[in-house]
């Protein structure tokens, strides 16, 4: 093992150690102190666009503002967070961003649950003295599961970097200059042209409601949901994910940075292929074969006639006539007991699953 | 087998940090997208590939060395390479000597395996085979990672045993980030194997030949087993084709659309008698059932799902049943009961403690415990925190063993009738029979036909358009699909994905199975393909 050097620094008067090579933002999160970020994503290399981490610190007689995400904290720092210069330009860093994004917290879909509401809030922040009515809306785009608003785009980036740096995708980047900035696909191209794979990573990292799940728009505020923590029910890697449930209905799939193995990230399975939960073609009702045609039964009728027929076999041809499938889909506790209805109810050792398709 | 165990040696959080990964009959960024994220995150950290595939997926395009194998010749290319590991000294001596046994076997069967000869088979240049013999055994960290690939084949098992051997050889294995590993393609296909869903065996690979096996199971289920290994599921399909097989209970599956020669399934169920079907859907086998059971879906039951690494994973009930909807295993015990021996369990949660209860890997796993985070088995007890990569320091079986595997052919190859070599798979966005993908919007949205991938060269001799609907035939049947002409798949091959049922490739793939595992050879069989007019 290669033992990584510790170094010490003083972040708001607390000495604190940690490994070389650690950001500020890092090191201060280490020992609770929290400093705001909204570009920033454990997932992404430092970007430091947004220049919300500013914290002040100490070099000689004066200080300076640097931005604490992408700072390497060196032994010896002295570190504030919470100083009156660094509230102080915090704020005018938010005027700034809310200078160019739509004052319709009422109506978004974010609200609740936007890291820059969050903000606002906690800093006070009600009007922006350099406001003007932002461009751009809605983008009109086919595809019916992302839905981008430019117009409340802060251009922290974090769309663009997670479809570079993780998935590696490369379908959307900056687009034109000044306040005309946005974000999107390669000549506004419709996303299903582009090599977007509709996984939805941007729209998982997006710290307000510039993307957003466009199936969920509309059905509900963020704390209505109850989230409900479950394995996904694809592929075999087992990604921790939320269904989001309002009503008796799964409105939305989320995931959260930190979740093992996946780490907040989703496929496009994973994240936007739930509809069949509610699908109107799912079986609602037990249904026995009659003269060639499914007839609708009751519990007590389909599973007295299963009962009855297996029985039956059982007893005319033997136990080994009887074969029970069981699914890799199915959870092991459904397994566990195929496998034991097989062999304790049955009698037969003729079970079997799908590991090999 | 080789090792004594058959699940991923190593986690997914490990393979960041690997240095080489050898990926072979794989394509991560699609069957796995998320383990393909940790490998684009080692990709970027300077990791380097070495990709066996017929089909230039994405991590061909990135690779150090690109082998783009005819399917069906793994066995050569693997056994060139551990010529090659072996005439150039790169074997790790030390760990042959204390960890293995077999390897003067292998080393007389190899010496004649040499990269020119294996050249010829898998069309792959010699020197491109002894550089990945090279790089993969120079590495500090090398990984090797595969799936259906090299499984589904008549000679899976050799393949399977043929890769171990160039881990054994190089003692690549049991350490972090490196290993070999398969990874699994469904939620729960390990979970299944693990819960004893096989013909021979209790969960927690407990045979039955074990007779302390057979009286514990006997005491604490309170029955008599039958000893005697059962029937695997195509074992079933040939006996249900001859009309001697009676009745069949399937739960959560669509042979029909999964089952290689998809008119052999279909003869096969109609042969019987009686058949139960529990499903979500009206599946393809649905509609020739008896009885179908409706069951929830994964968001309306509790449980647990065990993930490629042996993770042990819980999955919540999200909303109430759908319908007159009711769980598999409340179904599974109401029928028990009914039909004489009783199954009650207030939840899952008691489920499981009887699987922990009777299977010592599982022992130290409970629902209080992974209520947060899965753990990885073996976990032997409530103080044991799991276990991150197998085989450190001791293989499940003690040494590591090499084995000498000559190549087999395919039950079918490409002939004069049928020229091109078919080979099958899975998409990113869609999932196997298509069942719940072919159900969600976004999914569809971007793709929902069915393709047939034909390299530029072939295209061109069958003056074929990219986007051209043909039909592709075997001695088995025929189907539809356009085609997409790229230089994606090797000259020769043709690849057409699973989850069409409207073009169900299963019409077309043959019914003949791995001698040991009896998986089926969806990896090869002979085609071909014409003009619709």
Not at chain 2, 15 to 22: G, R, S
Not at chain 2, 105 to 131: C, H, M, N, W, Y
Not at chain 2, 429 to 444: D, E, L, P
Not at chain 2, 499 to 507: D, L, S, T
Request: proline share 4%.
């Amino acid at each position: 093992m290669v033992m990584v050097p510790k170094i010490k620094l003083n972040v708001d008067g607390k000495i604190v150690e940690v490994n070389k090579g650690k950001t500020i933002l890092q090191a201060a999160s280490s020992i609770g102190i929290r400093i705001p970020t909204l570009c920033h994503d454990p997932r992404l290399e430092p970007f430091a666009a947004c220049r919300v981490c500013m914290v002040e610190i100490e070099r000689g007689k004066t200080t300076a503002l640097i931005t604490s995400c992408n700072t390497e904290a060196t032994d010896g720092m002295v570190i504030r967070t919470d100083s009156e210069k660094v509230l102080k330009t915090r704020k005018m860093v938010l005027e700034l961003i809310l200078s160019d994004h739509p004052r319709d917290c009422m109506t978004c879909e974010k609200c609740g649950s936007c890291t820059l509401q969050d903000l606002a809030y906690a800093y006070g922040v009600r009007e922006s003295r350099f406001f003007e009515e932002p461009d751009g809306g809605v983008v009109e785009d086919s595809n019916p599961v992302i839905q981008q608003d430019t117009s409340k785009c802060i251009l922290c980036g974090r769309c663009v970097r997670i479809c570079d740096e993780v998935q590696q995708d490369y379908a959307i980047d900056f687009k034109n200059r000044g306040f005309d900035t946005e974000t999107g696909t390669p000549f506004d191209k419709q996303r299903r042209e582009t090599t977007c794979v509709l996984c939805g990573q941007c729209v998982s990292t997006c710290p307000v409601g510039s993307l957003v799940e466009k199936q969920a728009v509309g059905k509900g505020r963020e704390w209505e949901f109850k989230q409900v923590k479950t394995t996904c029910a694809y592929c075999g890697v087992g990604c921790t994910m939320y269904l989001n449930v309002k009503g008796n209905r799964v409105v939305k799939v989320t995931s959260k940075v930190g979740s093992i193995p996946n780490d907040g990230n989703l496929c496009v399975k994973g994240r936007f292929g739930y509809d069949f939960i509610h699908h109107p073609d799912r079986l609602k009702h037990p249904l026995i074969k009659k003269n060639g045609k499914f007839e609708e039964a009751t519990w007590d009728e389909a599973l007295s006639l299963v009962a009855s027929k297996l029985g039956g076999i059982k007893t005319k041809y033997g136990h080994d006539n009887i074969g029970v499938f069981s699914s890799s889909r199915c959870t092991n506790e459904d397994n566990y007991l195929a496998m034991k209805f097989a062999r304790a109810t049955i009698g037969t050792n003729n079970v079997d699953q799908c590991a090999r398709t | 087998m080789s090792f004594g165990s058959g699940s991923m040696t190593n986690s997914i959080g490990e393979i960041k940090d690997c240095k080489l990964i050898f990926l072979i009959g794989g394509n991560p960024t699609e069957a796995h997208p998320i383990v393909g994220l940790e490998m684009k995150k080692a990709l970027r950290k300077g990791c380097t590939f070495i990709v066996a595939d017929p089909r230039r997926i994405w991590f061909a395009q990135h690779a150090k060395l690109y082998l783009p194998v005819k399917p069906g010749t793994d066995n050569w290319l693997l056994n060139a390479i551990a010529h090659v590991i072996i005439a150039e000294g790169l074997e790790n001596k030390e760990f042959i000597k204390t960890r293995t046994e077999g390897f003067e076997e292998l080393k007389a069967f190899v010496k004649d395996i040499t990269p020119e000869k294996a050249s010829e088979f898998t069309g792959i240049p010699a020197e491109d085979i002894r550089q990945a013999a090279r790089l993969y055994a120079k590495s500090e960290k090398s990984a090797l990672f595969y799936t259906l690939g090299i499984t589904e084949h008549t000679c899976g098992t050799d393949n399977v045993r043929t890769i171990a051997n160039l881990a054994l050889l190089t003692g690549h294995i049991g350490k972090p980030s490196t290993g070999v590993n398969p990874i699994r393609g469904q939620n729960n296909v390990q979970g299944a194997t693990d819960m004893g869903c096989l013909p021979d065996r209790m969960h927690g690979y407990q045979y039955l030949s074990d007779a302390a096996v057979v009286e514990k199971f006997e005491k604490a289920w309170g029955v008599k087993l039958t000893k005697t290994p059962g029937a695997t599921s195509p074992t079933m399909f040939e006996r249900m084709n001859k009309g001697k097989f009676k009745a069949l209970y399937v739960i959560g599956e669509d042979p029909v659309m999964s089952e290689p020669n998809q008119e052999y399934t279909i003869r096969g169920l109609k042969n019987l008698e009686f058949l139960v079907v529990q499903d979500i859907f009206m599946s393809e086998t649905a509609k020739y059932a008896d009885v179908i059971l409706p069951a929830t879906s994964f968001a309306e039951k509790d449980g647990t799902f065990t993930n490629t690494e042996r993770r042990v994973q819980r999955v919540r009930k999200a909303i109430s049943p759908i319908g007159n909807t009711k769980p598999d295993w409340q179904i599974i015990c109401e029928l028990s009961t009914r039909m004489g021996y009783k199954m009650d369990y207030p939840s899952p949660k008691e489920v499981w403690d009887e699987i922990a209860s009777l299977a010592p890997m599982f022992a130290g796993i409970n629902y209080a415990r992974i209520e947060s985070n899965g753990i990885q088995w073996p976990c032997l007890d409530t103080k044991h925190p799991g276990t991150k990569f197998l085989h450190e320091g001791k293989f499940t079986r003690g040494l590591g063993k090499f084995f000498v595997l000559p190549y087999r052919a395919p039950a079918e190859s490409p002939d004069k009738e049928y020229p091109l070599l078919l080979s099958t798979g899975r998409t990113l966005y869609h999932y196997n029979a298509g069942t719940m993908t072919r159900r969600s919007a976004g999914i569809i949205h971007k793709t929902n036909e069915c393709f047939v991938e034909v390299n530029e060269e072939d295209a061109k001799e069958l003056g074929i358009f990219d986007g051209e609907m043909v039909r592709v035939a075997t001695r088995r049947g025929e189907i539809t699909a356009h085609a997409e002409v790229s230089e994606k798949v090797k000259k020769g091959v043709i690849w057409i994905p699973m989850h069409f049922v409207e073009a169900a490739v299963n019409k077309l793939t043959k019914d003949a199975y791995d001698n040991i595992t009896q998986t089926a050879e969806y990896k090869v069989c002979g085609a071909k393909i014409e003009k619709l007019n």
